[in-house]
């Protein structure tokens, strides 16, 4: 089928699912997404923050991968040369969290496998099941080069981790020590500050008495976890406390397990909490250990690595930490040495993966000392040279660094990249680029590599730049570094952002990336986090599936103001693709009705054209400004409104006549459409690709319009006078039109119209434009008029216009004059009892505050119906009887 310009005819409703696959494919045949550093053009380039190897697309990813995306092809079409590299992440814990639930189905652990065997096994999981999301990602529109695709365990990011690593450590940046990290009994790991989630919990805070040694008392400490006890090794009062300045260098002798503890005074003290004197237990407690370190007290460790009472615990050994603390309290009460216990809600750390509470636990783990590479991170927020999106985060950025604390990267775990060190028998470390054949130190050839693997968030922390082929000095390194934009959400600044401008700023100044855009968290309609137990969780697949990928990406952009929550729901997706819809059907009616192709029109002479050519202007302006300004949200809801009401609604029909009429007028009509058309598809194609594509090929013949051109300025085609003329054509139209809905004027009824315009321009105005007021308000004949008909009239206004409708055979004015009466009536009658429900304090102080709030709605809603229907008497109050 074809049109009557002899173009293929679109089908009649748009149909996602024969347009977004073979757009996609032929995309990634053409190559456009791909990236030549050689090229001659300016460079525009992202680094996707890798998901998981582990994961599906979440409607969190169909975001971020959204807005990115918008990004991409926005400057691709502006004849940047963008790179959008795509990639991975190995997901340590998690990762190994899944591979180890197979081999529990199998009835194995990985240690009946042995290291060399699961980490084969991890491998080959990723290869059979690993990577879902990538083709996920596809299905989305995301315009990556996906010939540069990475892994943060390939070989060469794995060389990057290996060099970050040696030269932290031949620096003095990194060490290994024994000091308090966060633990997870149930992963079996350690966990950096920002892997701990803090939520509060139910508590408790248990008084207990300590005798003193000389038998003269006790001394009252308050704790939150009893159990811990059994690992004290002091008490701590402040050197300030009166209450015990006499009790300090005495000794008590600890409960339970019978040890003598010092009683030492510390500044860290809070006279306030509790007793004012506090527990030490160096091995449990962070402050605790700091507090040990300035009073040379010993550690004693009473958990094993499953949060299990070991030796040191005496007879409590064996019982996890929860029963740990009922027996303990249960043991001093009959020692009367538990005083009383209260109810203590607190905050407390869970692991990020898996949920379980956290235990602050003494270990021998490697840390990087972050302070310095912090430092240079700030610096260059601080200079300008990284700016986040909105500036308001920066303040977020700033606050966690400058309270930064050195971060432990050691984890033991076997997936991941494991820790380049090497000990000899006699103890001494070797770290080492390449695997060492002896010990650094003593020659000794017996080595063994360290066990723990690190951090995930080290590898990932190096993404910008590792991705590029660094420590290489690539010509892709060269070519798109730093990168332009990191896009992000505000959840992991301190996760991911935080470490990747600490590595970049070290090992690749001076910045990763010049602008870090922050976005929200999808939400439900109600604003509530997603999650399964809510039930809220929308599957973006599903919704693409249903809706379309266009729908779904607008949905999203539509709602993400800048670094604000994204509320989500259904009908919003199902909106957008009513909007898809409405494209495609003005694009049927464009390609259908003119043989234009696009292009700039000629200067038009007719106010329609002038007037459409003016606000597509300033649309192209004003969304240009909001897509730079990393607000897509604002561009999303200004195409929206113009290519729906202005260009699918007013323009087309302003054109219809002048198109069927033919000639000269009907194709510089159809240029002017067809070329606000292209405009609008070419705006909107960073958000909706595919139908925009679509649309666009079948509009002007190109093969895509992914590598632009961007709509050129045309401020010339600013015409304020045009505008204001079709100002007043639109009020005089829209009254009437509400005239007729408001009063049930019939559909067939054709009455004549009078116009008194406050001027001469204005008079003109409607003169010329009198056959489209016919028209578009259903209307017999337009006179203008320098005065009111003497016949019974309806008056109307219309911005400065005054327009006269005579009623006769219109309306029978003493009915409608009376129905209207009898409306008014009801609504006083309602209205005064929803005034008197609201004045009875009874009512205001006892009913349910949404039952208040719903009577003062509905007392609004009355006002605004008396306001509507008032307005409608008048406009026949000056009608003759």
Avoid at 310 to 320: H, P, V, W, Y
Avoid at 495 to 512: E, N, Y
Avoid at 532 to 550: A, C, H, W
Avoid at 680 to 688: A, E
């Amino acid at each position: 089928m074809t049109t009557p310009q002899g173009r293929p005819e679109l089908p009649k409703t748009y149909d996602p699912t024969t347009v977004e696959g073979p757009t996609n494919q032929r995309w990634l045949d053409a190559g456009v997404f791909q990236a030549d550093p050689a090229a001659g053009r300016p460079r525009f380039s992202m680094a996707l923050p890798p998901p998981n190897v582990t994961g599906s697309l979440h409607i969190g990813h169909a975001l971020d991968h959204t807005y990115q995306d918008y990004l991409a092809r926005l400057h691709r079409m502006r004849g940047f040369e963008v790179l959008w590299l795509p990639g991975m992440d190995h997901a340590g814990i998690a990762t190994q969290n899944v591979v180890e639930r197979e081999l529990a189905k199998e009835g194995k652990t990985r240690f009946d496998l042995g290291r060399e065997a699961f980490v084969e096994r991890v491998w080959a999981w990723k290869a059979e099941s690993g990577g879902r999301i990538l083709g996920q990602m596809q299905r989305l529109g995301d315009s990556v080069d996906w010939s540069r695709e990475r892994f943060t365990m390939d070989e060469g990011l794995s060389r990057a981790v290996r060099e970050v690593f040696v030269s932290l450590y031949e620096q003095g940046l990194l060490y290994r020590g024994r000091r308090i990290i966060n633990w997870c009994p149930r992963c079996l790991t350690a966990l950096s500050d920002i892997e701990v989630e803090h939520e509060e919990v139910p508590g408790e805070l248990a008084l207990l008495r300590y005798p003193l040694a000389d038998g003269s008392g006790f001394i009252r400490v308050a704790t939150s976890r009893a159990e811990t006890m059994l690992g004290d090794t002091a008490v701590a009062v402040h050197p300030d406390d009166p209450r015990y300045r006499d009790l300090v260098g005495k000794t008590v002798r600890l409960p339970l397990v019978d040890r003598l503890i010092p009683i030492v005074a510390d500044a860290a003290v809070d006279r306030e909490f509790g007793t004012g004197a506090v527990k030490v237990t160096p091995a449990h407690d962070p402050n605790d250990w700091e507090i040990a370190q300035r009073h040379d007290l010993p550690a004693v460790d009473i958990l094993s690595e499953e949060a299990v009472v070991n030796a040191e615990g005496g007879r409590f050994e064996g019982l996890d930490r929860y029963a740990a603390r009922r027996e303990v309290k249960a043991a001093l009460a009959e020692l009367g040495l538990l005083e009383r216990v209260t109810e203590a809600p607190h905050s407390v750390g869970h692991c990020y993966r898996c949920r379980t509470e956290v235990e602050p636990r003494l270990s021998l783990q490697w840390f990087v000392a972050t302070k310095p590479l912090a430092d240079k991170a700030m610096d260059t927020v601080h200079s300008g040279q990284t700016r986040f999106e909105p500036v308001r985060y920066e303040k977020t950025f700033f606050g966690w660094m400058e309270q930064i604390r050195d971060w432990c990267v050691s984890r033991q775990l076997w997936w991941g990249h494991r820790i380049p060190a090497w000990y000899c028998p006699d103890g001494h470390v070797t770290v080492a680029r390449q695997d060492p054949a002896a010990c650094a130190e003593c020659g000794a050839g017996e080595l063994v590599q360290d066990e723990d693997v690190l951090d995930t968030w080290f590898s990932s922390g190096l993404w910008p730049f590792s991705t590029l082929g660094w420590p290489g000095q690539t010509d892709d390194l060269k070519a798109f570094y730093p990168t332009s934009v990191l896009v992000t959400g505000y959840d992991i600044i301190f996760f991911w952002v935080a470490r990747m401008l600490m590595f970049g700023c070290h090992f690749q100044p001076p910045t990763p990336f010049g602008v870090v855009a922050i976005h929200g968290m999808v939400r439900d309609a109600q604003g509530k986090k997603m999650s399964k137990s809510f039930g809220n969780v929308i599957d973006p697949i599903e919704l693409m599936d249903r809706y379309g990928t266009d729908a779904l990406r607008f949905a999203l952009i539509r709602g993400a103001n800048p670094g604000g929550d994204v509320p989500m729901a259904e009908e919003w997706v199902e909106g957008a693709r009513n909007f898809a819809n409405k494209l495609w059907n003005l694009g049927r009616f464009v390609i259908s009705s003119t043989a234009a192709t696009g292009g700039a029109p000629a200067a038009p002479a007719a106010l329609a054209d002038r007037w459409l050519l003016s606000r597509l202007e300033e649309t192209r302006e004003a969304v240009t400004a909001a897509y730079d300004g990393f607000d897509p949200a604002e561009a999303a809801r200004l195409l929206h409104g113009f290519a729906w009401s202005e260009l699918a609604d007013w323009a087309v029909e302003l054109a219809k006549p002048r198109l069927a009429a033919g000639g000269e007028d009907a194709e510089r009509a159809g240029a002017t459409l067809a070329y606000a058309l292209e405009v609008t598809l070419r705006l909107l194609h960073p958000v909706m690709p595919f139908v925009t594509e679509e649309l666009a090929r079948a509009l002007t013949g190109v093969e895509t319009i992914t590598l632009g051109p961007w709509p050129a300025g045309r401020p010339d085609d600013i015409d304020p006078k045009a505008e204001a003329g079709m100002a007043d054509l639109q009020e005089a139209i829209v009254a009437l039109r509400r005239f007729r809905a408001e009063h049930r004027v019939p559909t067939a009824s054709r009455p004549r119209l009078v116009v008194v315009a406050a001027d001469e321009d204005q008079a003109a105005l409607f003169r010329a434009e009198a056959d489209s007021l016919r028209r578009l308000a259903r209307l017999e004949a337009v006179e203008v008029e320098p005065a009111a008909p003497a016949v019974p009239t309806a008056k109307l206004l219309a911005g400065r216009a005054e327009l006269y409708l005579p009623l006769e055979g219109l309306l029978d004015l003493d009915e409608e004059r009376a129905r209207l009466d009898r409306e008014l009536a009801a609504l006083d009658v309602e209205r005064t009892r929803a005034e008197a429900k609201l004045a009875n304090p009874a009512f205001v102080e006892k009913a349910p505050a949404n039952v208040v709030a719903k009577a003062r709605e509905r007392l609004a809603e009355v006002d605004q119906a008396l306001a509507k229907v008032r307005a409608q008497r008048v406009e026949l109050s000056g009608a003759g009887r």
